[in-house]
């Protein structure tokens, strides 16, 4: 609690046969402060009164307004000033829901300063050291526990990772090695293929050249027939026209490929 952004307060309340106490301990001064033993009707009156609520029911609202402050006082709901000479006024504020409404309801403590000798100064900073240690240790090993957690489930999700990167370059090698037998197969094919267009190429070229060949062959046998029949002709001519004595005549022959055809018409 704070009635100031510098000062905390550390409290404490007690409720023993329906009378409660509030004690008050300055964080850093070390200085006291608390109430007398308060019956409810000590800060009960009509104006805060809460329908069918015990001495424990306001003890309960009361701790938990003042620890959901924390160590700092909400100056609207919580305050701590100094009321009379040494006496100082506690006051909380609550709010209540009355009828589906909030209203507020203020509860004020007189409480006046406690002697302190310096045993109990130092006792109590010993307390507020030892806290602190507590609070180190405790902060410490879950932060230690903590980190190690997540250093283990960083180390778990890396090895599944190399495990899934080992399953796939296993699965690569494998496609690879099939790849490579494919490409190998078909690489053999073209060669097959490409031998046998060379064999085939060459004998077209072959070919052309004996069909040139029996091409020359034809046309000298073609020649060399024409020759012989228009010998054959002349002679047969000459003959006839020798027989014939005294004619004059002309000859008129045609040669075909197919046959030789011989036509003559003589006149004198």
């Known amino acids: 609690m704070d009635s100031a952004p510098t000062c905390r307060y550390r409290y404490r309340l007690t409720i023993q046969s329906g009378q409660l106490r509030i004690w008050l301990e300055d964080v850093d001064s070390k200085k006291q402060w608390c109430t007398s033993r308060l019956n409810l009707e000590n800060y009960v009156d009509l104006t805060n009164v809460l329908p069918n609520a015990k001495a424990t029911d306001y003890v309960n609202i009361f701790h938990k307004l003042m620890n959901t402050a924390g160590d700092l006082v909400d100056s609207s709901l919580v305050s701590f000033e100094r009321h009379k000479r040494q006496m100082f006024q506690l006051q909380l504020t609550v709010k209540v829901n009355v009828m589906q409404q909030y209203c507020l309801a203020t509860y004020k403590f007189e409480m006046e300063p406690i002697s302190l000798e310096r045993i109990d100064v130092l006792e109590s900073r010993m307390r507020d050291l030892e806290k602190e240690v507590r609070d180190l240790r405790l902060h410490g090993d879950t932060t230690h526990i903590s980190d190690i957690n997540s250093l283990g489930e960083t180390v778990v999700k890396n090895e599944r990772t190399i495990q899934k990167l080992g399953g796939d370059v296993t699965g690569l090698g494998a496609t690879l090695g099939h790849l490579n037998g494919v490409v190998t197969s078909q690489t053999s094919s073209i060669e097959k293929l490409t031998g046998d267009a ?66 003559c018409s003589m006149w004198r």
Not at 201 to 211: K, M, V
Not at 212 to 239: H, N, Y
């Open 198 to 263: 060379n064999k085939l190429r060459q004998d077209l070229n072959g070919n052309d050249a004996e069909i040139r060949g029996l091409s020359r062959k034809v046309q000298e046998l073609k020649l060399a027939q024409e020759t012989t029949v228009s010998l054959d002709l002349q002679a047969t001519a000459k003959v006839a026209a020798q027989a014939v004595g005294g004619f004059i005549g002309k000859v008129t022959l045609k040669v075909s490929s197919a046959s030789t055809r011989r036509a």
